[in-house]
């Protein structure tokens, strides 16, 4: 599975960024768990949330719930993460990745494939 990541940039605090990741190749299907992972300066790649290929579970942080969404275009291939109520505390490097299977996954370890990061930062 190749990911492409896209969409971040400077915002100020309170507003509103929406991030996308466009899934391709021949083990990419509906069988497929995605996810969204930010890494601040000088700290641990984190979970942000992840959603199932088919539909049918999505999962984010208690960090990010009730201010981001993730969703999905079935039709283009690509995932969506709508970032509300941004704080400087958002600011990180947001990579997607993916995994085979319909799994709870939120660590690090437990996917597979990876894109490049892109950079969000939140202004205070």
């Known amino acids: 599975v190749q990911l492409q990541a896209s969409g971040g940039g400077l915002v100020q605090a309170g507003g509103s960024l929406r991030l996308s990741c466009t899934a391709s190749g021949r083990a990419f299907g509906s069988y497929t768990t995605l996810g969204w992972f930010r890494q601040a300066p000088g700290k641990e790649r984190e979970f942000v949330a992840y959603?199932?290929?088919?539909?049918?579970?999505?999962y984010y942080a208690d960090s990010v719930k009730g201010r981001f969404t993730i969703s999905r275009d079935n039709a283009k291939s690509t995932m969506f993460l709508q970032m509300n109520s941004l704080n400087p505390e958002d600011t990180a490097v947001y990579s997607c990745?993916?995994?085979?299977?319909?799994?709870?996954?939120?660590?690090?370890?437990?996917?597979?494939?990876w894109g490049q990061g892109t950079l969000v930062t939140v202004s205070s």
């Open positions: 959603i199932w290929w088919n539909g049918g579970d999505t």
């Open positions: 990745a993916a995994r085979p299977g319909l799994l709870v996954v939120t660590t690090v370890n437990e996917y597979v494939y």
